[in-house]
């Protein structure tokens, strides 16, 4: 069995178009399409009852009493897959359908855990979320270990083993492409097109944005507090160094007055050493968040699957 997991926010004018298309495309495949309605504020939730009714046999339908944000509600989608394989895809037309089969194809018949479409010579974004999702590549590969050769996408397909370790995580604050990269490095990618939003707009903010980007650096990596903790080292190297060359300077030249460079070696050093320790208590909030944050990462408010009276 396939599975595809589609998270809904703004998609009154698309959804079921997109899932005509899908059940067109896949059409001899065993296939489930799970829908995750993100709290959307038009009528996506009614289009997508009448998705769900005109194909009860295909179709889950899963609404969130709250918006959580897409990796969040793909993570509650994740949790309800039946499939060997499970697409990942937007709502909105800009990952054709066509291209989820050619990516469920080559995932297929190669060994990988997971396919990523690579759409980034070729992204129908603005400017703003090019350059945006250009740093965070960068910064992936720089916090997660991600091979450069890889692209993270929103487009991937996986395999249902990986699935079943990427939804052992119940932190509130998921990053799909951290919890992949932490259990595994069998990763695929293929070229794949990225067409033009048929309708509405990017349910990403700025606000969004980098609150996504904050989760990848604080809950997936040490690396930040490593730096301001070698920051702090280097600082305090550096002041005391510059406060021996003041005293020695003192000493050989009695008649030179205490100034501006004592005050500087001072405020080095001791500006170090609280980086030093503001990095080692960073080290332990950190630790402890990632065991004991109990936080829910979503709260279903219907589910409508098959059996569903």
């Known amino acids: 069995m396939l599975s595809i997991v589609i998270p809904v926010y703004q998609a009154e004018h698309s959804i079921r178009n997109l899932i005509k298309k899908i059940l067109e495309v896949f059409s001899n495949k065993n296939l489930e399409i799970i829908l995750i309605n993100d709290c959307s504020p038009d009528n996506s939730h009614e289009e997508c009852l009448k998705v769900y009714n005109e194909n009860i046999d295909k179709v889950t339908y899963i609404k969130l009493a709250k918006n959580v944000g897409e990796h969040n509600a793909v993570m509650a989608g994740l949790n309800y897959v039946k499939g060997d394989w499970i697409i990942i895809m937007d709502d909105d037309f800009q990952n054709p359908p066509s291209e989820a089969l050619k990516l469920y194809n080559y995932a297929e018949k190669n060994s990988f855990d997971i396919v990523y479409g690579n759409y980034k010579k070729n992204k129908k974004n603005n400017f703003f979320r090019n350059f945006i999702s250009s740093i965070n590549d960068r910064t992936a590969n720089w916090i997660l270990g991600k091979p450069k050769d890889i692209y ?110 004592s005050i500087l070696s001072v405020v080095l050093f001791f500006s170090g050493i609280q980086l030093i320790f503001l990095g080692l208590i960073g080290e332990y909030i950190g630790k402890i968040l990632k065991n004991v944050n109990k936080e829910n990462q979503f709260f279903i408010d219907l589910i409508k699957e098959k059996n569903s009276k």
């Open 152 to 261: 993270l996408s929103s487009f991937k397909c996986i395999k249902k083993k990986l699935v079943d370790h990427i939804v052992n995580y119940k932190g509130p604050y998921p990053y799909i492409d951290g919890l992949v990269l932490s259990n595994t490095s069998n990763i695929g990618s293929i070229e794949t097109e990225h067409d033009i939003r048929e309708s509405g707009s990017s349910g990403y903010t700025l606000l969004k944005l980098l609150k996504l980007y904050g989760n990848l650096f604080t809950n997936f990596s040490t690396i930040p507090i490593h730096f301001f903790s070698i920051s702090g080292i280097i600082l305090t190297i550096i002041g005391f160094a510059f406060g021996l060359f003041v005293i020695i300077e003192k000493i050989m030249n009695p008649d030179i007055p205490a100034g501006y460079s």
